[in-house]
């Protein structure tokens, strides 16, 4: 499905006019938005499906990782238990953190530093 088609255009309207009726209900409309995701680019090619699976399930587990607590205080929890890589707080290793802006995450090879910002 290319941008500038009928097709695209009626898929657009549809999926536009679906999500803002659903919005109200988060339960209902972040599946709805996901699967029309997946129809979306599984119309140019099943393989950016697949890419779309990693990101999926990489953003639910980074959202299991880092959690807000009902004071708003942010965590981050190692998932790996002992015998996994672990995570590093600002080069220590911990189970589980509280997380305060400037904060510099480790997960493996990766480094990413907190930050928030009022919404």
Not at 45 to 62: D, E, K, M, Q, Y
Not at 105 to 119: S, V, Y
Request: net charge positive.
């Amino acid at each position: 499905m290319l941008f500038p088609t009928i097709q695209f255009a009626i898929f657009f309207t549809v999926v536009l006019a679906l999500s803002w009726a659903l919005m109200p209900r988060p339960r209902l409309w972040q599946p709805f938005i996901v699967l029309a995701s997946y129809v979306f680019y599984a119309s140019a090619s099943w393989r950016f499906c697949v890419l779309l699976a990693g990101v999926t399930i990489g953003n639910h587990v980074a959202a299991k990782l880092i959690h807000r607590t009902q004071d708003a205080d942010f965590f981050i929890t190692d998932l790996s238990g002992q015998a996994g890589n672990g995570i590093r707080i600002n080069g220590t290793r911990r189970a589980q953190s509280q997380l305060i802006n400037g904060d510099v995450i480790e997960l493996g090879k990766a480094r990413i530093t907190f930050a928030t910002a009022p919404i």
